[in-house]
């Protein structure tokens, strides 16, 4: 499919998106936002994954391009005691990566570019794009810890035309070797997230009442996430955030149940009824304006979604220095930062924000400012389209920038 063109009227740039079969996280709905301002500049988006799943749903739901495809699920390379695999199983694993693989680069043949968007899925993506002779763009939105697992998504990068990492503490864990990493923060719909009055049956919904503050997290329920640092917190402020109701807004992650059903109760013992597990919820610009504070409370953040989310609409926001949020958030200009597990230091930045309403004013309105000026979608469009026919066309020439 790599054709001249000869004419004004650029050819279409079919790229073929390899996700294993996942819930639809941030990560996902960026690509699901994507797809239609990629196709409208030329670069059409088809995604194959295995069809019942989440992510194929969603996109079908959508009326995009869709190819059935089973990626299959790898068993971990460590043992729950922590110990490595034995050889045994490493090597089953790598028959496993080497047939995807090969089913991979069939289908990718019909398609000018491969785009992996799953993490398990980066190194037979990669490996597909040797076999077929089709550029690889590899995306990685996860900080992965060091062991075999980073050792693996290193070499995928090496291997691939381009990674993008979506901050520069997620390409920070690809090693020197990875042939081509561009930074590409992720942008903020401006018109849906944007400040306004709270919806009174939202923030309800949500627990707020009482005219008490109300302080919300939102995304995952795992570990790594932090809740249960929010949750000990806001039990142990002695200001006004001793007062405030938690929202807990998002699914609990695959294999994170029982994590989640503690942290619950130990929020249910802690809080009593000034906390709200509110699950997943479709209107997220309504939920993020109906909070006095978002709180990223994450161990080690790739990005931090939400937090952009709450510049864009005007909301106060408590991060960690953690992960990629201190690239975007200025301690004490369009945020507060503290540092990751602290419970003392989290309830304090509460206590402190809480209590001063010209703060919160000026936080939010710096955050708002910030995303106007950086964060906005059109140019990031223009940019990840550019990329893709560039790659397309067989260019490997370096771009920085974010989208």
């Known amino acids: 499919m790599h054709h001249v063109d000869s004419g004004a ?3 279409t740039v079919e790229v073929l998106v390899i996700s294993h079969g996942v819930q639809v996280w941030g ?34 739901d959508r009326g995009l391009a869709f190819a059935p495809l089973e990626v299959p699920e790898h ?3 460590r043992r729950p005691d922590g110990r490595r695999a034995g050889a045994g199983q490493v090597v089953r694993e790598l028959l496993v990566v080497v047939r995807s693989a090969r089913r991979i680069a069939r289908l990718g043949r019909r398609f000018d570019a491969l785009l992996s968007f799953s993490l398990q899925a980066h190194l037979e993506v990669a490996l597909a794009g040797r076999l077929s002779r089709r550029p690889v763009v590899v995306e990685v939105v996860d900080i992965v810890v ?81 809740v249960d640092v929010l949750v000990r917190a ?12 938690l929202a807990v807004v998002g699914d609990t992650a695959v294999g994170s149940t029982d994590a989640a059903a503690a942290t619950r109760a130990e929020a249910e ?23 006095d504070v978002l709180v990223n409370a994450s161990m080690e953040e790739p990005f931090g979604r939400s937090v952009l989310e709450a510049h864009a609409s005007g909301v106060p926001v408590v991060g960690t220095r953690s992960g990629g949020i201190p690239e975007f958030v200025e301690d004490g200009r369009t945020g507060l930062l503290v540092p990751p597990g602290d419970e003392a230091a989290l309830a304090a930045a509460l206590d402190r924000l809480l209590g001063d309403a010209a703060l919160r004013e000026r936080l939010a309105g710096a955050g708002r400012a910030q ?13 990840v389209a550019a990329t893709y026919r560039e790659v397309a066309a067989g260019g490997r020439g370096h771009h920085e920038g974010g989208w």
């Open 9 to 11: 009227e650029p050819r």
């Open 27 to 60: 990560a996902q709905l960026r690509l699901l936002d994507l797809a239609g301002p990629l196709a409208d500049r030329g670069v059409r988006l088809t995604l194959a994954a295995p069809a019942a799943s989440p992510v194929a749903e969603a996109w079908r």
């Open 75 to 77: 068993r971990a390379l």
């Open 146 to 226: 060091p062991g075999v697992g980073r050792s693996l998504l290193r070499l995928a990068a090496r291997l691939a035309t381009i990674t993008v990492a979506n901050s520069a503490a997620t390409a920070a864990t690809l090693g020197p070797r990875a042939q081509q990493v561009r930074v590409v923060h992720p942008g903020v719909n401006l018109e849906q997230f944007r400040p306004g009055p709270a919806d009174p049956a939202v923030r309800a919904s949500l627990g707020g009442r009482d005219g008490a503050p109300l302080v919300g997290i939102v995304g995952r329920v795992d570990p790594k996430k932090g």
């Open 234 to 245: 806001l039990a142990q402020a002695a200001g006004p955030a001793s007062r405030a109701r």
């Open 269 to 291: 013992a802690l809080l009593g009824e000034r906390v709200c597990f509110a699950g997943r919820r479709d209107d997220t610009p309504e939920v993020i304006r109906a909070l």
């Open 371 to 383: 995303a106007e000026a950086r964060f906005g979608l059109d140019g990031r469009y223009e940019l």
